[in-house]
């Protein structure tokens, strides 16, 4: 009997081990058969030096902030050296304690994660994660092909760890995560989830992010769903860095209480900083890489190259010119609802209900909903039935998003009520973008009020009316001109009709200097200057100063009935600011490769466009402006409509070259103001010119536009780190033209006396 017990017991024995031994054998062939590329290949050595990743391409601020990226995956790699060393310890004490001791497998844990069926914890590497990340694209759900994956990631491994550090190891893990929400690799996850780059990650910010590791969605900080199950894997993060020893027990139970907190500061092409420059650099880069390929002949690509954008924006100028629109039209748009209560064509005036459904119809064939509808072959009786069905929708609104049930044709109508506005900043000397704002939410109103849009500019133009009377005939401010109707006679500059603009206060008499015409915005001195010097000279000067637009040499574009940009309208300020030398705008330095290689480098070009005296005599006009003219109520303290002025009084006691321009019916407000190292454009209005004030008290450019302008220098002056100039213009060594035209208004009495409203409908064409 005990043999036989014996006996069994010997080939039991015999049995486990080749089971054993089996196992192994078998285990190895799979090793070696994945090895030599029988289940497919394996990557290549070059492979592994430079895995393929898709790097998202970075537009850099001339501050040094990252303003967005275009990316198929929105990706930017870090190094070692600049992730936290309270990351790594994070991440090593949760997904690998033995990191630095395996050489790609943990065997020890793979034996346990047999042993207890996985219950005890995963078995994969940190380096068998980024084999993964690398070279897999997705898990397979069929059993012997997930198991050959496994084989594949397990050499991969090895492979990873002959060739890399584990600094570097670790590095490339955390670049190659994701984490939802547009957020690929750490610094993405740390910018999207707490606003800042990797190496600013406190303690409790980094276990956020390595408790997402195990899985994104569901233990993602953001989502409502998951925010309990973040919080719990965060806390095991925090004990599984006492258990190895990272921080004390006492330090564990601390931060477990504290809440989960962080700051959501999503990435997409409509979120952050300059969304409207960003598209408009998107479309210029793709035409860039055309002409510019690669020495092997290839074409870089925007979103996957890696690219380094370095771009003329200020970061912090363009979250004071955002911050400055948003404020102002949040205001502004509460008194026009308002007004057109009342308005039985809100939100239009001047319109018949033919007219007025027109609008909505090229408005609804316009939209994207319609376009992709008739390319899909529906027919207008569809799409008429799909525009007039209620469905659930977000909606903008100046006080957030708001979740609402309304029909396509209606939210086509609300949308119509929504004035829109554009600022663009420009240093001078450089050419430089420093600021461009066009629009007022760039999700809801993609239109580019900046570059796109082109509207008509009403008295802003007249500075160059009167810039060519000074360039070509030697005017001074203190000439004197008859404030009397003026009248160009029919057949001249081939005018069909007599033309006799008529002033906006209706009131004529007595003379005025050209300093007092310009701040009081004369229209029947400006249409005598323009007989003076004509219409094609007037024309070739503005030209010259940046409007690249076609101007119709006619006498009435002395008062602003063209349409032009903004971009056109502040480079041509600009040019007055810099003595009469206009330089190109510039929104780019340079651009690198993925390595920090100079691919190109931009330098504007510049041309003279008047005499440094004559730009110098300008801006000494333009100044008049803001000292007793539209734009008097920069500098005083009280005003009637104080209320719809936003952030009303501003009191700048500095120089300011300005010039307000309303259209006619008060359809644009526009404000341009000049200091000696920024120029500042603000356009305001309804996307259709039927959309507007009632009055000129609201409607005026100094109304809707200059407030923006106002809002905007106050951020800029109070940042000392900008340097934005409070001094005067710099006088040229020798100035001809007499500009003293009597005692200037002292500091303290500037637009003072002035309690009337200084009204500017100028556009009697």
Request: hydrophobic share 35%; glycine share 6%.
């Amino acid at each position: 009997m005990a043999k036989k017990e014996q006996t069994n017991y010997k080939k039991y024995i015999k049995r486990f081990w080749i089971l054993v031994l089996g196992g192994f054998a078998s285990l190895l062939l799979l090793f070696l058969l994945t090895s030599w590329g029988v289940f497919g290949a394996l990557p290549t050595f070059e492979e592994l030096e430079n895995p393929q990743k898709n790097l998202a391409t970075e537009v850099i601020s001339s501050d040094g902030v990252t303003l967005g990226k275009y990316a198929f995956q929105n990706r930017t790699p870090v190094g070692y050296k600049d992730l936290p060393e309270n990351l790594i310890k994070a991440l090593i004490a949760t997904e690998d304690e033995r990191f630095y001791d395996h050489s790609g497998i943990d065997f020890r844990g793979t034996a346990r994660a047999v042993v207890k069926m996985g219950k005890g914890g995963g078995a994969s590497t940190i380096t068998q994660q980024l084999a993964k990340n690398l070279f897999t694209k997705r898990a397979s759900s069929n059993t012997f092909k997930r198991i050959m994956q496994k084989a594949k990631e397990w050499i991969v491994a090895i492979k990873l760890e002959r060739q890399y550090t584990k600094n570097e190891i670790i590095a490339m893990y955390l670049n190659t995560q994701g984490f939802l929400f547009n957020a690929v690799g750490i610094r993405s996850a740390a910018r999207i989830y707490f606003g800042k780059e990797p190496k600013d990650l406190d303690l409790q910010e980094s276990a956020i992010l390595v408790a997402m590791l195990k899985n994104p969605r569901q233990f993602n900080p953001y989502r409502e769903v998951s925010k309990k199950k973040s919080l719990g894997r965060r806390n095991v993060v925090f004990a599984q860095m006492a258990k190895n020893g990272f921080i004390s027990e006492q330090e564990k139970d601390s931060l477990q209480k504290l809440p989960l907190k962080i700051n959501f500061t999503p990435e997409s092409h409509n979120d952050g900083y300059a969304t409207y420059f960003r598209e408009y650099l998107r479309a210029y880069l793709k035409k860039w890489v055309k002409n510019n390929p690669k020495p092997n002949g290839e074409l870089y690509n925007i979103n996957r190259d890696g690219l380094k954008i370095y771009v003329t924006i200020d970061s912090r100028m363009q979250k004071y010119a955002q911050e400055a629109v948003y404020e102002h039209m949040a205001n502004l748009q509460k008194y026009f609802y308002k007004e057109h209560k009342k308005n039985k064509t809100a939100p239009f005036y001047d319109l018949e209900d033919e007219q007025i459904e027109m609008i909505y119809n090229r408005a609804r064939r316009n939209s994207d909903r319609y376009k992709r509808m008739k390319k899909a072959g529906k027919s207008e009786k569809y799409i008429d039935s799909a525009f007039a069905a209620k469905t659930e929708m977000k909606v903008f609104s100046w006080k957030g998003e708001i979740d609402t049930i309304m029909s396509p044709n209606d939210s086509i109508k609300y949308y119509k009520y929504f004035l829109r506005s554009g600022l663009l900043s420009i240093e001078p000397q450089t050419g430089h973008i420093k600021a461009w704002v066009g629009g007022i939410n760039h999700k809801y109103f993609k239109y580019d009020q900046v570059e796109q849009g082109k509207r008509q500019v009403g008295s802003t133009f007249k500075p160059f009316v009167y810039a060519t009377a000074i360039n070509q005939l030697r005017m001074s401010p203190c000439d004197k001109l008859p404030n009397t109707p003026y009248t160009i006679p029919k057949g001249k500059y081939g005018i069909p009709e007599e033309w006799t603009p008529k002033n906006s206060d209706k009131e004529y008499g007595g003379e005025l200097t050209l300093k007092e015409a310009l701040a009081k915005s004369i229209n029947v001195i400006s249409a005598n200057l323009i007989d003076q010097v004509s219409p094609a000279n007037v024309v070739r000067l503005a030209q010259s100063a940046g409007i690249e637009s076609k101007i119709p040499q006619a006498p009435s574009i002395a008062l602003g009935s063209v349409e032009l940009s903004l971009m056109e309208m502040t480079s041509a300020y600009a040019t007055f600011a810099n003595k009469g030398l206009r330089v190109e705008p510039n929104m780019l330095t340079r651009i690198e490769d993925k390595n920090g290689t100079v691919l190109a480098e931009f330098t504007p070009k510049t041309k003279e466009v008047m005499s440094e005296e004559s730009a110098y005599v300008i801006l000494d006009l333009l100044k008049g402006v803001t000292l007793a003219g539209s734009g008097v109520r920069l500098r005083t303290k009280d005003h009637y409509y104080k209320d719809i002025i936003t952030g009303f009084p501003y009191q700048f006691t500095n120089p300011i070259a300005g010039k307000t321009g309303t259209t006619q019916n008060h359809t644009d407000g526009w404000f341009m103001g000049v200091v000696p190292n920024l120029a500042t454009g603000v356009w305001t209005g309804g996307e259709d010119r039927a959309t507007h004030f009632e009055k000129i008290a609201e409607g005026q450019g100094a109304t809707m536009s200059l407030p923006t302008w106002a809002l905007f220098m106050k951020k800029v002056y109070a940042d000392k780190s900008l340097n934005i100039s409070l001094e005067d213009f710099e006088k040229p060594e020798y100035v001809g033209i007499n500009i003293n035209c009597g005692k200037e208004p002292k500091e303290d009495e500037k637009g003072e006396k002035t309690t009337k409203v200084i009204e500017e409908d100028d556009t009697d064409f």
